[in-house]
Nanobody, 123 residues
Framework: QVQLVESGGGLVQPGGSLRLSCAASGQTFRGNAMGWFRQFLGKEREFVAA???????LYADSVKGRFTISRDNAKNTVSLQMNSLKPEDTAAYFC?????????????????WGQGTQVTVSS
C-alpha cells in the first residue's frame, strides 16, 4: 500500500523559512515525477513545484526564487525548502507522485497524495 507522509509544517513569521519533507513508502517511484501542491482555505488545490527523477524542476510563478524542491531517490523522499515566506503562502501543503516522469502542474496528473501539512505565516 502506497503511503505519503508529509512533515515540517508549522507557524512561522513573515520572511522566515520552513522545510517540508515527504516520505513515500510501499513502492519506489522510479521514473515518476513528484510534486508539491497547496490548498488555501475554501479554494482548490494549486501547483507549487515538481521534480523529475533526475532532478529537473518546475515552479509556480508565485514561489519561483523563494522555494526549492528536491528529492532523494535512495530514500524515496521529496522536500520543499521555503524561504522568504509571506502570509499569502499560508495553506495546507500536499506532496504527490506523478502519473509519469513529466513535470505536470495539474492535480489530475498525480496519482498518490499525502494527507497534507499546514503552513501558517503570521506575525
Amino acid at each position: 500500500q502506497v503511503q505519503l507522509v508529509e512533515s515540517g509544517g508549522g507557524l512561522v513569521q513573515p520572511g522566515g523559512s520552513l522545510r517540508l519533507s515527504c516520505a513515500a513508502s510501499g513502492q519506489t517511484f522510479r521514473g515518476n515525477a513528484m510534486g508539491w501542491f497547496r490548498q488555501f482555505l475554501g479554494k482548490e488545490r494549486e501547483f507549487v513545484a515538481a521534480v523529475s527523477w533526475r532532478g529537473d524542476s518546475l515552479y509556480a510563478d508565485s514561489v519561483k526564487g523563494r522555494f526549492t524542491i528536491s528529492r532523494d531517490n535512495a530514500k524515496n523522499t521529496v522536500s520543499l525548502q521555503m524561504n522568504s515566506l509571506k502570509p499569502e503562502d499560508t495553506a495546507a501543503y500536499f506532496c504527490a507522485v506523478g502519473r509519469s516522469g513529466l513535470l505536470r502542474t495539474v492535480t489530475g496528473e498525480y496519482i498518490y497524495w499525502g494527507q497534507g501539512t499546514q503552513v501558517t505565516v503570521s506575525s
